[in-house]
């Protein structure tokens, strides 16, 4: 069974920065390729970034450019760098394996890009 917390969401002005960080409980997170996931009220949840137990990555064009995801195996704990944002970003984040597990998904964590 793998826990997943997700942090670091907040209010940014369009142009912006966040750090979304993903705590996974687990011995063998490092087996899993991870991803970020995101939905806005009233549309389907959607892969954002996704990343492999190696190291690649893949990006939804939304974001391509702009967000970056990176691992950190030690600490078992993905992470989601968001530049340039823009208010089309606003909505609530998760972080599950890839692909996800329904059991998987946690709270959360609310981005809203507004000035």
């Known amino acids: 069974q793998v826990q997943l917390v997700e942090s670091g969401g907040g209010l940014v002005q369009p142009g912006g920065s966040l750090r979304l960080s993903c705590a996974a409980s687990g011995s063998i997170f490092s087996l899993y390729a991870m991803g970020w996931y995101r939905q806005a009220p009233g549309k389907q949840r959607e892969l954002v970034a996704r990343i492999s137990s190696g190291g690649s990555t893949n990006y939804a064009d939304s974001v391509k450019g702009r967000f970056t995801i990176s691992r950190d195996n030690a600490k078992n704990t993905v992470y989601l760098q968001m530049n340039s944002l823009k208010p089309e970003d606003t909505t609530v984040y998760y972080c599950?394996?890839?692909?996800?597990?329904?059991?998987?998904w946690g709270q959360g964590t609310q981005v809203t890009v507004s000035s």
């Open positions: 599950n394996v890839y692909p996800p597990r329904n059991a998987y």
